[in-house]
Nanobody
Framework: QVQLVESGGGLVQAGGSLRLSCAAS????????MGWYRQAPGKQRELVAV???????NYVDSVKGRFTISRDNAKITVWLQMHSLKPEDTAVYYC?????????WGQGTQVTVSS
């Protein structure tokens, strides 16, 4: 079992910045990729950014150049630094961790960007 706890969401004005954190606990040694996903009202959950245990990253096109994902393999913590936030970034952000054939999810943290 893997437990994920996110923090760092909130309300910010357009153009502002936020940093999300996700700490993993439990059976952490089997975790491979970790990522951030988001779900806006009425929309499907989408991948925002992912980072492998080797440090390779991938981003959805809409956040490239604005968001940066990073990871501490010793602490199994992943961060999402978000700059130049836009109202369309408003969503619940979820941390996801791949553990063998299963993906575990955090409880989500709300990010609201006002115009």
């Amino acid at each position: 079992q893997v437990q994920l706890v996110e923090s760092g969401g909130g309300l910010v004005q357009a153009g502002g910045s936020l940093r999300l954190s996700c700490a993993a606990s439990g059976s952490i040694f089997g975790i491979t990729a970790m990522g951030w996903y988001r779900q806006a009202p009425g929309k499907q959950r989408e991948l925002v950014a992912v980072i492998t245990s080797g440090g390779s990253t991938n981003y959805v096109d809409s956040v490239k150049g604005r968001f940066t994902i990073s990871r501490d393999n010793a602490k199994i913590t992943v961060w999402l630094q978000m700059h130049s936030l836009k109202p369309e970034d408003t969503a619940v952000y979820y941390c996801g961790a791949d553990y063998y054939s299963r993906r575990y999810w955090g409880q989500g943290t709300q990010v609201t960007v006002s115009s």
